[in-house]
């Protein structure tokens, strides 16, 4: 369930994709220097998301520097890290792994236990140090794989788990920004998990595995459903989003919520679309 947090890069100045590339960058540099190149590996833009969403909220000291990567070894990069990014990186490796393991509930890939595996001792370690986060977010995990076995149909009930545990991670402090920060983080959380099925649904059903819009998927009004649901979970995340302080970066999160959540959206919906053309043409 990553990938569905990016900017809209065609709608940005480019200095705010500059500034957005060097917290990337910064986070990728953490987490080589915290869980070496397999928690590297776990590098995604939704945690970056993350990372410059409290950057704006808590306005740490940020220091700038500049660093070369395996992917590009002949060129310099920008990087910022401040006090978060510990903490974005931490998560990121956290929920990469509780990923690998549904991975592996689901299809029983032989490479995605390897990869949990690779994983285990670096998320024992982040386990150790956010005891009470880790407990509360494996649980609702473990409520969610079995709602999933008992083909729970009631797509608020099962978006709500992922939502959930995103809301546990979105919790930076425990202060007058906690509440906020949790609903926000809950909506968003139950955007990726619908997005997510959303995407799968097709390769769900070939494969007879749990999707919760598998029910809705046959109805002649499934597109226009899913993005009814999608833009509500967008509506109450965003709502949430412009109660908060912030005026640094706030272009480049607007940028995120209000366009980057829905490329993958209009891509998928475009592809079904046009197979959907196909094979209208085909029948006539």
């Keep these: ?8 890069k065609s709608e940005m100045k480019f200095k705010d994709y500059d500034s957005y590339r ?20 776990t590098l995604s833009y939704d945690m970056t998301f993350l990372l410059v969403l409290l950057t704006g909220l808590y306005e740490p000291q940020t220091e700038r520097g500049s660093c070369k990567c395996v992917a590009h070894p002949f060129e310099k990069h920008i990087t910022q890290t401040n006090e978060i990014t510990r903490y ?36 024992q370690k982040i386990e150790l140090k956010y005891q009470e986060k880790a407990e509360r977010i494996s649980a609702l995990l473990n409520q969610l794989y079995e709602y999933e076995k008992a083909q729970e149909e009631d797509i608020d009930i099962m978006s709500g788990f992922f939502g959930e545990i995103m809301a546990e991670i979105f919790i930076y402090r425990q202060d007058e920004w906690k509440d906020t920060l949790y609903r926000m983080g809950f909506y968003l959380g139950k ?27 046959n109805s002649g009004s ?17 709502r949430e989003f412009e109660k908060l302080p912030i005026l640094e970066h706030i272009d480049i999160l607007r940028n995120v919520l209000y366009s980057g959540v829905w490329c993958r959206y209009d891509v998928v919906s475009q592809k079904r679309r046009e197979r959907q053309e196909k094979a209208d043409a085909g029948s006539i």
Excluded: H
């Excluded at 910064?26 to 928690?39: A, M, P, V, W």
């Excluded at 499934?222 to 965003?238: D, K, N, P, V, Y």
């Design 1 to 8: 369930m990553f990938g569905y947090i990016l900017v809209n």
């Design 22 to 41: 060097s917290f990337y960058c910064g986070l990728c540099r953490e987490l080589k220097q915290e869980y070496g190149i397999f928690g590297q590996a």
């Design 191 to 217: 955007f990726v998990y619908l997005m997510d099925a959303y995407e799968d649904i097709e390769e769900d059903l070939k494969k007879s595995l749990y999707n919760p819009f598998r029910k809705m998927y």
């Design 88 to 123: 974005a990186a931490d998560m990121n490796v956290l929920l990469t792994y509780l990923k690998y393991q549904d991975d592996w509930a689901d299809d029983r890939q032989y490479k995605k236990y390897i990869s949990i595996k690779l994983l285990e001792s670096k998320y």
């Design 222 to 238: 499934f597109e226009e459903e899913c993005q009814q649901i999608l833009t509500m979970m967008m509506a109450e995340c965003s």
